[in-house]
């Protein structure tokens, strides 16, 4: 990691340190439709290194989850239980240092798996990989969003019956009908199967990462 990347993320950590009241803990369980920390701010914990070839370390670090850049892919995936529909995910994401996807969040559907994408493709590319054995950059879901880097963006994910939706900046950026459809990941992130986050040639910084079970 270059030099000018780790005085980068010391200051994205102090930055988040100063925003730590941001953090929800609102409802320790999930299941009961409160929002419940996926990321407890100060490790790892409930996650693992994603078996990546030659991926950076994650690690904590001020409140903030620092996924550093890989030769490829770099990530961590979920240790724990998880449910497998009607559920929400939230989470801040900041393209720190790189030019490529920030966020890859592989999440569940039913027993199957896709993948939120965010920046791909050589940085604009959004979308689900995969439906229907199309990728995020060929579906359509595809859009192209200039993000900036080093700046936060808000993400929802929303899982439900048939329906796969997603939000930056509660601009809604996913509305996919999945009835009768086969759902996927492309074969690079089946590591981070069953929930997992994972950046391309990038070094990304998350925080308040966080999920709940949908309610009646």
């Given amino acids: 990691m270059s030099l000018k990347t780790i005085r980068l993320l010391s200051c994205v950590c102090f930055a988040s340190w ?3 009241c941001q953090i929800t803990t609102a409802g320790k369980n999930g299941y009961n439709g409160n929002w419940a920390p996926l990321f407890d701010g100060t490790s790892i914990d409930g996650w693992k290194q994603s078996e990546f070839l030659n991926l950076g370390i994650t690690y904590a670090r001020d409140r903030t989850l620092i996924i550093p850049a890989g030769e490829v892919l770099s990530g961590v995936t979920w240790t ?3 449910p497998k529909m009607d559920y929400e995910i939230r989470l801040e994401a900041m393209r720190a240092d790189g030019s490529d996807f920030f966020c890859g969040l592989t999440f569940p559907v039913n027993d199957s ?3 939120l994408i965010l920046g ?3 940085g604009t590319v959004c979308g689900i990989s995969c439906l229907d054995g199309e990728d995020a950059a060929n579906n359509e879901t595809t859009t192209s969003i200039l993000f900036k880097n080093r700046a936060w963006y808000t993400v929802r994910l929303r899982v439900t019956k048939d329906k796969l939706e997603a939000w930056l900046d509660n601009e809604k ?3 996919a009908d999945t009835k009768d459809r086969q759902i996927g990941v492309r074969i690079e992130v ?3 199967r069953p929930l997992g ?4 040639q990038t070094t990304a910084a998350l925080r308040n ?6 309610v009646e």
Avoid: H
């Fill in 190 to 192: 089946e590591e981070s």
């Fill in 113 to 115: 798996f896709a993948s």
């Fill in 209 to 214: 990462v966080r999920w709940r079970k949908l």
């Fill in 197 to 200: 986050l994972a950046t391309y």
């Fill in 80 to 82: 724990r239980d998880f």
């Fill in 18 to 20: 100063l925003s730590g």
């Fill in 173 to 175: 950026i996913v509305n």
């Fill in 120 to 122: 791909g493709w050589g």
